[in-house]
């Protein structure tokens, strides 16, 4: 079992002032240039303290070894995920569900590709600590957002939601994942995604309970004249 962090993964401290803030900024992208262009197993703090133009010193007022490096970078990048993927479904809620699967895929993916070199690493650098705890954080997040999403669907009311909408995640999780183990990231934007979309609908669509959502603008019969 996967439980929080030791503490050499965590950050010494937090940033409280716009100086500092600019610092750990620096230091974060730094991180992510030094696994790009040496890998992970190369990364070291001294690498990524001059990549950041700061000092060893400076750099371990905040991160104490390269393990809370790869921890501190990969919890930015998948709560940023979580954030974008929370927002879409919540701009979402009340659409056809056919709209709410097509905007899960196309914001999850998005974010993806946004900067896929980052993506590719990260996937690359999550061998050398585990982040399990992270990633497991992201997928609650995501799934609860998504269940609710669907949940308010103004087409359709569905059978076993959580099962279905946890089947389909993992499937969009897992082929992602696949396609930039691959080193195939292109394909996913246009050709996969819309595949993706078509296996949500079909899996929703099986789903669908055979009692229509009840329209909010229609009076219930008791309250009929």
């Given at each position: 079992m996967t439980g929080a962090p030791s503490l050499p993964f965590n950050a010494r401290k937090e940033p409280?002032?716009?100086?500092?803030?600019?610092?750990?900024?620096?230091?974060?992208?730094?991180?992510?240039?030094?696994?790009?262009?040496?890998?992970?197993?190369?990364?070291?703090?001294?690498?990524?303290?001059?990549?950041?133009?700061?000092?060893?010193?400076?750099?371990?007022?905040?991160?104490?070894?390269k393990q809370s490096l790869f921890y501190a970078v990969n919890q930015r990048y998948l709560e940023g995920l979580a954030d974008r993927v929370e927002a879409a479904c919540l701009m979402h809620q009340?659409?056809?569900?056919?709209?709410?699967?097509?905007?899960?895929?196309?914001?999850?993916?998005?974010v993806k590709i946004d900067r896929r070199d980052v993506t590719r690493v990260l996937y690359l650098a999550a061998a050398e600590?585990?982040?399990a705890d992270l990633v497991e954080q992201m997928n609650q997040r995501v799934e609860a957002a998504s269940e609710a999403m669907f949940c308010s669907a103004s087409d359709a009311t569905f059978d076993n939601l959580a099962t279905v909408n946890l089947t389909i995640l993992n499937v969009l999780f897992g082929t992602v994942r696949s396609f930039f183990d691959r080193d195939m990231a292109d394909l996913l934007e246009e050709t996969i995604s819309a595949q993706l979309?078509?296996?949500?609908r079909t899996a929703l669509e099986a789903a669908r309970s055979p009692v229509l959502p009840l329209d909010r603008d229609t009076p219930l019969a008791a309250d009929r004249p």
């Open positions: 409280r002032q716009a100086r500092s803030a600019t610092t750990v900024e620096a230091i974060y992208e730094a991180t992510i240039q030094v696994l790009l262009t040496e890998g992970p197993i190369r990364l070291t703090t001294t690498r990524v303290a001059s990549r950041a133009g700061v000092s060893v010193g400076t750099l371990y007022q905040y991160f104490p070894n009340g659409r056809s569900y056919i709209e709410m699967a097509e905007a899960l895929v196309r914001t999850y993916i998005a600590i585990s982040v979309v078509a296996m949500f």
